[in-house]
Every structure is written in structure tokens, then in C-alpha cells.
């Protein structure tokens, strides 16, 4: 995908393999001509996203030469129901 912003950075995401096809190397030979599709358009880097838990993925971006770059961290808290009331009543003015 071509961002017009940054016309140089090629993005590329959704990489996927039917089960049964697995293991075989397509995924590889699916980002290698990404790489080859990039390099004779003129782009400079390939930028990806990659779940910090799935090894099949980092594998195949590690293997081909990407590197890990500062990322984002999801968070998450999970509020017991009957404290969400307090804790909505709390943030507003007057309340602490
Ligand atoms: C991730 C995915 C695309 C890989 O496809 P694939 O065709 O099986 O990948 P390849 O066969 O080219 O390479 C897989 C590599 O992962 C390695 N690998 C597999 N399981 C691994 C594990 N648990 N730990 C470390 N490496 C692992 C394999 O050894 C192989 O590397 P190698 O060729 O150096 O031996 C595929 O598993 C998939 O479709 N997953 C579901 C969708 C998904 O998660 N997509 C990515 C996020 S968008």
C-alpha cells in the first residue's frame, strides 16, 4: 500500500497462508517479491506489523531482513462492574 505522505516507504500487512499450506515457504516467497515489487518501484523501505507472540511471522520478517523497531504496547484494564459506577462518579468535578 502507497501512503501519498511518504511516497518512499511501501507498507504491507495481512500476510497469510491457508492451514494445510503452512510451513512450506510461501509466506517467504510471498514477501521476497513484495521486496522485488518494491525495489523496481522506486520505494526505499518496507514497513510491516507483526503480533510479538506469532514466531511463524517474526521468522519470516527476521529472516528476510526486517528489523524491530519501537512499537506500541496494548493495554487493557478490566473493570469489576459494580466499581464502574464509583469510578465514573469519581472523575467527574467535585469527586476524588
Ligand atoms: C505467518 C504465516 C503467514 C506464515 O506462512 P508460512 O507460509 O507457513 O511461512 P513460511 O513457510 O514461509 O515460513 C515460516 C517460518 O516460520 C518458522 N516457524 C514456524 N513456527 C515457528 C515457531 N513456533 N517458532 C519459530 N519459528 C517458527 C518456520 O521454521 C519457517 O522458517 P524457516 O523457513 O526459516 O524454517 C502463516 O502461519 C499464517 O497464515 N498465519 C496466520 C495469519 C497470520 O498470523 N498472519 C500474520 C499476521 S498479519
Redesign the pocket.
Known sequence: MRNESTPRILSQ???????E?????????LKLKISEYALKNGYSTIKT???ST???????NT?LGFQRKVGWIMMEKTLPPDRMENETRASKPGHN
Not at 506469532?54 to 519470516?60: E, H, K, S
Open positions: 500487512d495481512d500476510t497469510g497462508v491457508i492451514r499450506y503452512r510451513g512450506r515457504g510461501i509466506a517467504t516467497a506489523r507483526n503480533d506469532n514466531a511463524p511471522m517474526l521468522a519470516v529472516k
